[in-house]
């Protein structure tokens, strides 16, 4: 099925309002899964660490001391142009 034909299917049922804001209610329903439940929450470097491995990017983290400063995440090719030696 092509986007076109998609989305010719989803307004077919429903206005293309109604269905922009389903959208945007599932993103933040997913986001709030992302959070876990009190108890049970990761920190949000391992998720960023482990989104960038499936995404088979690179990560980079600056820490000064015990407080990370920064976080950079890309492709490699991204990486070397942000980090040029």
């Known amino acids: 099925m092509t986007a076109k034909e998609l989305y010719d299917y989803i307004t077919s049922q429903m206005t ?4 922009l804001k389903k959208l945007l209610e599932s993103s933040l329903v997913n986001y709030e899964k992302l ?4 108890g049970e929450e990761i920190h949000p470097l391992i ?3 482990n989104a960038s491995m499936d995404m088979g990017w690179q ?8 407080q990370v400063r920064g976080v950079s995440v890309g492709t490699e090719e991204y990486m070397n142009q942000l980090f040029k030696k």
Do not use: P
């Open 59 to 66: 990560i980079a983290v600056e820490k000064d001391q015990d």
């Open 16 to 19: 293309a309002e109604e269905a």
């Open 47 to 49: 998720l960023i660490a």
């Open 35 to 38: 959070k876990f439940n009190k």
